[in-house]
Structure formats: structure tokens, C-alpha cells
């Protein structure tokens, strides 16, 4: 995959919270750099945490990961951050900053940060139907942006019927998604056989291909190098 510099922005979306997302975002991050690009991360949700320099950031754990990013401030790359584990819209209103959030600036930033890096990576918090104001969801933020959208699931029990939903949700949309990963995170890793047919079931219900299967990390710092040929994997 060659980036375009014209068009190339990625969100990185998951059927759920917790399902992989970051960790699929540092992998393109990690793989773009090695290519020789200046790729930029971008979350611009990010809840959960009290600031973009909290253990919980994800921004701060990209950072402490990738060498050309280390020393630089993770606040760049999280324009609102909210104490509460919740959807962004919630998360905001309880702190009393619902109306502090404006879709223009996300937008901006964004037209922005493609100016000087390509390609650039958003994340997403949480699944495509989680509230980001009273009107928006986060599925609305990929157009928003100019995106391309990139679903991440789990790899074991419960992931088709979560991934399908998804899936038909963007094709609702007009969205294709550009690649679709599954991320076995867990401690005891997710039986062969029942990743199989996770994805048997996935791709002959929905049309699309699984990009792939990223296994447990270890060392987020140096992923072994069988994580990457899938990020070259991703439709440009």
C-alpha cells in the first residue's frame, strides 16, 4: 500500500470498546515510519482519563511506543479528554463541557494535520454508534473527516455477531471498509478452529475479506514482525 498524500486519512473503528483498536493504530503508526512516511495519530475523543499525559491515554501510549515519537507531546494528538469512562457525549456532560465540543474544530484540525503528515491515523472511542454530541455518533465522524474507515473486532466468542453489525451499519452509510482486522488480546489466546471460523462466518455473510489476525503483544515497543504484513494489507 502506497498512501496517497491527497486522501489517505484512516479511522480506525472497533465493534465495541476495548476490542484492539490502539493497538492496531500503533501498528500502522510503527509500520508508516518504517516505510519512510511521517504518518500522525489522532484521537480525537478520548475518555476515561484526566488528561492526554494519564497512564489510561491512549495518545500517551502510541507515543512511549514509537521511537521518532518519543519526547513529544501526546496532547497533540487528543483534541477533548474527559475524566468519565463513557461515550463522549456523556462523558462531556457530566463535567459540564457538552457544549464545549465543536465538530468544525475537529474537522480543521484534522484538514490541518494533512497539510504536514500523510498519512494520518484517527481513532475512534468506542463503536460507531457511540454519541459524540446530542445530534452526532461516531460513525458520522469518519465522513466528517474525510475518512476511510477501518473495523477492528475481536477475534474470539461473540465477534461475528458484533462485527456483522458493524459492518452492515457503514454499508448503510455508503462506507466500504478499507480493512478488518481481529485482535486476540487476551492472556490465554482464542482457539485456531474458533478464530477460523469467526472469520468463515464473517466473510461469507458480509462479502468482505478479514485483512487479519493481529496475536498478543508482548512488547508493544518492537511487535514481532509477523504484525505488519497485514497493515500492507489495507486497501489504498
Do not use: W
Not at 204 to 221: A, H, N, P, Y
Amino acid at each position: 500500500m502506497t498512501p496517497d498524500p491527497q486522501t489517505d486519512r484512516f479511522f480506525v473503528t472497533g465493534t465495541d470498546t476495548g476490542v484492539g483498536k490502539t493497538v492496531l493504530s500503533l501498528l500502522m503508526m510503527q509500520f508508516f515510519y518504517d516505510k519512510g512516511y511521517c504518518p500522525f495519530y489522532l484521537k480525537p475523543f478520548q475518555t476515561g482519563c484526566r488528561d492526554p499525559h494519564d497512564t489510561d491515554s491512549d495518545a500517551r501510549f502510541v507515543y512511549e511506543n514509537i521511537d521518532a515519537l518519543k519526547g513529544k507531546d501526546p496532547a497533540e494528538s487528543v483534541l477533548y479528554c474527559f475524566r468519565r469512562p463513557r461515550a463522549p457525549y456523556f462523558a462531556a456532560r457530566a463535567e459540564g463541557a457538552e457544549a464545549d465540543i465543536d465538530l468544525e474544530k475537529v474537522r480543521n484540525y484534522v484538514d490541518e494535520k494533512a497539510r504536514s503528515f500523510n498519512p494520518l491515523i484517527l481513532e475512534g472511542a468506542g463503536g460507531l454508534f457511540v454519541p459524540v454530541d446530542s445530534h452526532t455518533l461516531m460513525i458520522d465522524l469518519i465522513r466528517l473527516t474525510a475518512s476511510r474507515p477501518i473495523v477492528v473486532a475481536r477475534a474470539g466468542l461473540g465477534t461475528i455477531n458484533h462485527t456483522l453489525l458493524s459492518l452492515e451499519a457503514l454499508e448503510r452509510k455508503g462506507m466500504h471498509p478499507c480493512g478488518l482486522f481481529f485482535v486476540d488480546a487476551r492472556d490465554r489466546a482464542v482457539p485456531d478452529d474458533m478464530i477460523r471460523e469467526n472469520i468463515d462466518a464473517v466473510e461469507k455473510i458480509s462479502g468482505i475479506k478479514v485483512t487479519g489476525v493481529i496475536e498478543k503483544i508482548r512488547d508493544f515497543s518492537k511487535p514481532a514482525s509477523t504484525c505488519y504484513p497485514f497493515i500492507e494489507k489495507i486497501r489504498s
